[in-house]
Every structure is written in C-alpha cells, then in structure tokens.
C-alpha cells in the first residue's frame, strides 16, 4: 500500500508559472525524496530532504518538509513545457524498514506552452 | 543516464509462463531494489539486496524471486505468470542503505503477459 498520498492529482498551469505539489505521510521517516518520471520511462531523483531539514532548495525546485504533519511540499518555479512530467514523494523509514521507498501515487503536471 | 541498466527493455510473454529481468546497478553501488508499477497497485517495493545479501522485502508474490549475484548484478524471476503481472518493473541502486538512500531508477523492463 502506498503511504504518501499526493495532492493534486493532476495539475495543468501555463509555462512561466509556479508549480506546487503535495504529499503527505503516516509514519516518521529518515529522508523524503521527490522523483519525477516521464510517461513511461525511469524515475530521475530530484532532490532528497532528511527529517531534520525543513527547506531545500535546487535549482528551480523548492522543497519543504514538516514532520509534525508529515507533509511536504514541491514548488517548481517558472515552469517550463520539458516539465511536464508525474511527480512522485517517496520516504524513507531508514534501517528497520531495509531502506525501502515508499511512493505515493504522484501528480501528474502539464505545463502548456 | 541513470548508471543503472535494465534489460530487457520490453517483454511478451504468456500466461503461465517464466521470465528473468536483469538489473546492472551503477558501479560502485552495493544495493538493488527491485520495485513493480501497475496502474492499479502504483509503485510497489518488491525486494532490495544488499551486497548479495537479502536486506528487505515487500510486497513480493512468491511466484517472484530475486538475487544479487557476486558482481553485483541481480535478476528478478516472475513465475506462473498471470495477466495482472503485466506492468513496469524497475532496478534501483544506492550505495548503501541509510539515512542518504537517494536511489537510481534503471529505465525498466514493460513486461506484458497475455
């Protein structure tokens, strides 16, 4: 079962515009990840936030993570059409879970040009 | 480009049938993980391997079984295939499991059963 759960699930914008993504959590974790895919292709990671961080940033993407809700947050700014892509946040319970990634079930973004 | 290689790319099999998927990690990473994504079921942990060394399961049928070979490289065996097997499967790799796991998706393997 999938222990992020993602919000939106879909989100169209125009490029130039910010981005922000969702996901949420249920139980404590060492890192939370955000992984981008394109339709049908590998997972690329983008950027890995550990539970003692509250904001990171990369580039045009901004991370943020609250553990006393167990949310977190990606902002991509200034969007661009090659965005266009699901967005995926995944945690890491660390050693007593092996290590695994748990995803959620992604935003799908369309950045129309 | 990843690092991580998958092959093969696509597969076509029957049901009932077996078939193996294998994994090179990037070079230098000691753990596999091999992950399942279906429309239905998302992306779901399969297994991860550890220097050869089962480390971590999911949730793995055990029509399924997978290993880490001393170069490091890992295949998954899907056997008794059914219809809802069809999906994405991806390799992943890291150098070790901890605190830093950011992992490396391989590009996959779409198997479809029919």
């Known amino acids: 079962s999938q222990q992020g759960e993602e919000d939106p699930q879909a989100l169209s914008i125009q490029e130039g515009e910010n981005a922000t993504m969702n996901c949420s959590y249920k139980t404590s974790i060492n890192n939370l990840q955000w992984y981008r895919q394109n339709s049908g292709r590998g997972l690329v990671h983008l950027i890995l936030i550990r539970s003692n961080e509250r904001e990171k940033h990369s580039g045009r993407l901004r991370v943020t993570l609250d553990t006393s809700k167990k949310s977190s947050s990606l902002l991509i700014t200034a969007s661009r059409a090659a965005d266009t892509a699901s967005y995926f946040c995944a945690t890491d319970a660390g050693e007593t879970s092996g290590s695994r990634l748990t995803f959620g079930e992604g935003t799908q973004l369309t950045v129309n040009p | 480009d990843s690092g991580v290689t998958q092959t093969p790319k696509h597969l076509i099999t029957a049901t009932g049938q077996r078939v193996t998927l294998r994994c090179s990690p990037r070079?230098?990473?000691?753990?596999v993980y091999w992950y399942q994504q279906s429309l239905d079921q998302g992306l779901q942990f399969l297994i991860q391997?550890?220097?050869?060394?089962?480390?971590a399961k999911g949730n793995i049928l055990e029509r399924f079984s997978a290993q880490q070979f001393p170069d490091l490289h890992s295949e998954l065996n899907l056997s008794s295939l059914e219809l809802g097997d069809s999906a994405l499967y991806f390799c992943?790799?890291?150098?070790?499991?901890?605190?830093?796991?950011?992992?490396?998706f391989g590009p996959g393997t779409r198997l479809t059963v029919l």
């Open positions: 391997y550890y220097n050869g060394e089962e480390r």
């Open positions: 070079s230098g990473d000691l753990s």
């Open positions: 992943a790799s890291s150098v070790v499991a901890g605190v830093r796991n950011e992992q490396f």
